[in-house]
Nanobody, 118 residues
Framework: QVQLVESGGGLVQPGGSLRLSCAASKNILGINAMAWYRQAPGKERELVARITRDGSTTYYDSVKGRFTISGDIAQNTVYLQMNSLKPEDTAVYYC????????????WGQGTQVTVSS
């Protein structure tokens, strides 16, 4: 069974930086987009940033200018560089991949905890 594996989470002080990484346990053909979502306690999961096969990126408003998504869709790898972190960025961050278009399949990672606190 193919898995998405995240790494790079941890505890950081406000204003600090972290870089999250995600890779598939084995190559998944036909991935057309990858993304990072996050879920804080008591809140719904929300999209943080997304990158498509042609390199187009989308960001949640609250992270624009602070977070940067990058990766190689064909290699099923995606990264999230997070700068100027704020306490409200504290959440479990999940990697996501979409395969196919007409009948897409979704892949999720197990999540990595990011805690921003002094």
């Amino acid at each position: 069974q193919v898995q998405l594996v995240e790494s790079g989470g941890g505890l950081v002080q406000p204003g600090g930086s972290l870089r999250l990484s995600c890779a598939a346990s084995k190559n998944i053909l036909g991935i057309n987009a990858m993304a990072w979502y996050r879920q804080a306690p008591g809140k719904e999961r929300e999209l943080v940033a997304r990158i498509t096969r042609d390199g187009s990126t989308t960001y949640y408003d609250s992270v624009k200018g602070r977070f940067t998504i990058s990766g190689d869709i064909a290699q099923n790898t995606v990264y999230l560089q997070m700068n100027s972190l704020k306490p409200e960025d504290t959440a479990v961050y999940y990697c996501y991949a979409r395969q196919g278009i007409l009948s897409p399949s979704d892949y999720w990672g197990q999540g990595t905890q990011v805690t921003v606190s002094s």
